[in-house]
Nanobody
């Protein structure tokens, strides 16, 4: 199994910054894409940013220019640097990893427990 442990959420004022971290552990052969999703009350979970093992990134239009995703493959850890935060960024942020547990098996998606980000106006 794979465990994803997120950290770094909290309360911040508009215009502030936060850095989220997500470390994957367990019996892991390799991790393909890793990403961050968020879910605000009454809304569907949405992709915020994703990064491949090679470093290619993808961002939601709403966070382009403000958020930066990065990863440390040696540590199986993904980060999300969030700058110029807005009240509409308030949500529970979830880490996702597309992992292969044993060589030759198909990758499977795993989720963290979520971390709350609240941006006050």
């Amino acid at each position: 199994q794979v465990q994803l442990v997120e950290s770094g959420g909290g309360l911040v004022q508009t215009g502030g910054s936060l850095r989220l971290s997500c470390a994957a552990s367990g019996t892991i052969f390799s991790i393909n894409a890793m990403g961050w999703y968020r879910q605000a009350p009454g809304k569907q979970r949405e992709l915020v940013a994703a990064i491949t093992s090679g470093g290619s990134t993808n961002y939601a239009d709403s966070v382009k220019g403000r958020f930066t995703i990065s990863r440390d493959n040696a540590k199986n850890t993904v980060y999300l640097q969030m700058n110029s935060l807005k009240p509409e960024d308030t949500a529970v942020y979830y880490c996702n990893a597309d992992a292969v547990l044993i060589a030759g098996l198909r990758p499977r998606g795993y989720w963290g427990q979520g971390t709350q980000v609240t941006v006050s106006s």
